[in-house]
């Protein structure tokens, strides 16, 4: 990889993991480690088996966020997304993520994203195919690839995410759609960074390699950031 292509790529915080007892201290070491994109993950017990914040958090965040110039990005692991979509972004969001397993009318849920003013995202259990992206890739700004099954943090990296991650950037590519991120979420850490870096990814969404008990946040993002210069397939 190259120095170029590793400065191209962000880790995202995602703040499922961090200490919720300190969640604004957690959130303001990573951004001072230089991470410039906070994840979070929003879950109704319905779409996926468990239950997480609201846009309250979003809006609590929003002026930490805004000191360091940081997207606040919204994952939206729920049913009927498009109910959720205006309150969130009343709350700050920069960008959202829709599963396009909850979509019927995906491209219309993606243009009422951009209507209300945030960058637009699809995302993709580790089942579904790529083939459903097919006519919806020139109209969002990122895809979000889950490399574990969602609804809990700390699961182990599924290997043929690999695969995938490699096909998109592809048809990415020969479609002349390189604009469009690759968003990778699950497993993300120290062995699995490099690989799905050198796959294709452009963001890497870490939480648990990020927030834990063994390092400092700053030291695990460095960890983080020297997996994805050395990283070979």
């Known amino acids: 990889m190259s120095r ?8 995202a915080a995602s703040i499922l993991s961090a200490d919720f007892s300190r969640l604004g201290e957690q959130v303001t070491q990573a951004l001072e480690a230089g991470v410039r994109w906070i994840h979070v993950d929003i879950m109704d017990g319905h779409f996926v088996p468990n239950l997480s914040m609201g846009s309250q958090v979003v ?19 729920v049913e009927e997304p498009e109910q959720y979509l205006a309150d969130f972004m009343r709350a700050g969001a920069d960008s959202v993520s829709v599963h396009i397993e909850t979509c019927p009318h995906l491209h219309r849920t993606i243009q009422e ?4 003013g945030a960058r637009s995202g699809v995302a993709l259990n580790p ?11 020139s109209e969002v700004d990122f895809v979000l690839i889950m490399s574990v099954e969602p609804g809990f943090g700390g699961q182990e990296f599924i290997p ?17 759609l390189d604009q469009v991120l690759i968003a990778v979420d699950g497993g993300i850490h ?10 294709g990814a452009t963001v890497l969404v870490a939480g648990s390699a990020i927030f834990n008990d063994h390092g400092s946040v700053a030291n695990n993002l460095r960890e983080l950031r020297a997996a994805i210069g050395k990283g070979k397939t």
Not at 59 to 77: G, Q
């Open 4 to 11: 170029g292509q590793e400065e191209k790529i962000q880790i």
């Open 59 to 77: 809006r609590s965040l929003r002026p930490i966020a805004d000191k360091f110039n940081a997207l606040l990005h919204v994952h939206l692991m």
């Open 113 to 116: 994203i951009r209507a209300l």
């Open 127 to 137: 089942a579904t195919p790529l083939l459903a992206l097919q006519e919806i890739l």
């Open 160 to 176: 043929s995410s690999l695969d995938k991650i490699l096909r998109l950037r592809r048809v990415l590519t020969e479609r002349g």
């Open 190 to 199: 120290s062995q699995t960074a490099g690989p799905v870096a050198e796959a």
